[in-house]
Nanobody, 116 residues
Framework: QVQLVESGGGLVQPGGSLRLSCAAS????????MGWDRQAPGREREWVAT????????YYADSVKGRFTIARDNAKNTVFLQMNSLQSEDTAVYYC?????????WGQGTQVTVSS
């Protein structure tokens, strides 16, 4: 079964940290570029970060560069997003993304709320 399951979202104060995880079925992970997108209320979904299939290269949106880190564990079919120095502007639903052979898949999303 094709699955991307996110976890780790929640409520955090400004300046805090969260670590998101995405467990992927093998067919969506091996050989796939993995990443995260997010969608804030009233806004379009936006790209956040991408990591290549082998994990050798990572890419970030300017808005999160230097604060977020994407990583993957190929033995566990899991991709992570470490988010530090969170700001209210980071409040959104975060979606795990898999891109393989020209197809893109997303999980159901996990809510991240940054508020005091």
């Amino acid at each position: 079964q094709v699955q991307l399951v996110e976890s780790g979202g929640g409520l955090v104060q400004p300046g805090g940290s969260l670590r998101l995880s995405c467990a992927a079925s093998g067919s969506l992970f091996k050989g796939a570029a993995m990443g995260w997108d997010r969608q804030a209320p009233g806004r379009e979904r936006e790209w956040v970060a991408t990591i290549t299939a082998g994990g050798g290269a990572t890419y970030y949106a300017d808005s999160v560069k230097g604060r977020f880190t994407i990583a993957r564990d190929n033995a566990k079919n899991t991709v992570f997003l470490q988010m530090n120095s969170l700001q209210s502007e980071d409040t959104a639903v975060y979606y795990c993304r898999s891109t393989l052979a020209g197809y893109t898949y997303w999980g159901q999303g996990t809510q991240v709320t940054v508020s005091s």
